[in-house]
Nanobody
């Protein structure tokens, strides 16, 4: 079964931290985190290539870190110094033989 399962979301106060995880089954290559806030389009948060290069949205640079555990085929997103504007559903994106897959998302709520 080919799927991505996110975990680690929750409610946190502004300034706090959370660590999201995305467990990929099958041969999916988990490669990026996106987020979607209410009334907004889904947008890239961070991505990592197979070679290890990373890319971040300007809004999260210096606060979020994407990493990948190749042995467990798991993608992580360490989120520090969280702000209320980081509140969103966070989705993991992966590819499998050229097909894009999405997880079901995990909700992150940052209170002020």
């Amino acid at each position: 079964q080919v799927q991505l399962v996110e975990s680690g979301g929750g409610l946190v106060q502004a300034g706090g931290s959370l660590r999201l995880s995305c467990a990929a089954s099958g041969s999916i290559n988990p490669m990026a985190w996106y987020r979607q806030a209410p009334g907004q389009q889904r947008a890239l948060v961070a991505a990592v290539t197979l070679g290890g290069s990373t890319e971040y949205a300007d809004a999260v640079k210096g606060r979020f870190t994407i990493s990948r555990d190749y042995a467990k085929n798991t993608l992580h997103l360490q989120m520090n110094t969280l702000k209320p504007e980081d509140t969103a559903v966070y989705y993991c994106k992966g590819t499998h033989f050229g097909v894009i897959y999405w997880g079901r998302g995990t909700l992150v709520t940052v209170s002020s």
